[in-house]
């Protein structure tokens, strides 16, 4: 698939929210303006079913494609081809989200992946964690944070302003689009696996919330 053409099937066509028909609950309550953040439905631990709820609530969200593998596997009528891909969104604000989607198209895929990533959007704790700054803005991470997934390990480390994403390409690009200016991260494992790559950074950032839940509840 060549760069136009993924961008294209990346792109989609802009969100309407007045021709959406809400499905869910929570879906009326955001269209109806009951709900005008999506930091309310974190809080309220509600599990986001519909895409049109993250588009409502984060209209800069964006997403990007990290891989798409040919997978096969054998039926009655033979072999047959479909493509896997692993796409991430964000808003480069505290929010991102890991998604994977899988068609005999690469277009339906990746909106797939896309659609899924949304419905797994988390918030990212942001801060000034590291020893060697003392600016106070919200440019890094607040403190350490170990993620696994599969057979990857992965640690993100507050880093000083002016660092910079300190880490692979997917890694990387997932955590520029949660908002992330500085951090130091390093993996070890299969990390040829894109997919447990990413998703042992979404681990870590949810480790990262419930080490910060308990330290409210101590």
């Not at 009951?34 to 984060?58: C, H, N, P, R, Y």
Request: charged share 25%; with cysteine.
């Amino acid at each position: 698939m060549n760069n136009n053409r993924r961008r294209e099937a990346e792109q989609g066509a802009p969100f309407d929210i007045q021709a959406w028909v809400p499905l869910t609950e929570l879906g009326k309550k955001v269209k109806e303006h009951e709900i005008t953040s999506i930091e309310q439905i974190f809080a309220q631990g509600k599990k986001i079913e519909e895409t049109e709820i993250v588009d409502a609530l984060l209209p800069n969200i964006k997403n990007e494609v990290i891989e798409i593998k040919s997978v096969q596997r054998m039926s009655k009528n033979g072999r047959k081809q479909k493509f896997r891909v692993t796409a991430i969104v964000g808003d480069s604000n505290g929010h991102v989200g890991v998604g994977l989607g899988k068609d005999a198209e690469v277009k339906a895929a990746i909106e797939s992946a896309v659609k899924d990533a949304k419905r797994n959007i988390i918030p990212i704790l942001l801060g000034c964690g590291s020893w060697q700054c003392t600016c106070g803005t919200q440019h890094s991470i607040p403190f350490a944070v170990k993620g696994r997934s599969g057979g990857v390990d992965v640690v993100l480390k507050p880093a000083p302003r002016g660092t910079g994403v300190v880490a692979s390409k997917p890694i990387k690009k997932m955590l520029e689009l949660a908002g992330v200016k500085d951090i130091w991260s390093s993996s070890r494992g299969h990390t040829k696996s894109r997919h447990n790559t990413l998703m042992a950074v979404y681990n870590a950032i949810e480790n990262m919330l419930s080490m910060k839940n308990l330290e409210q509840h101590s």
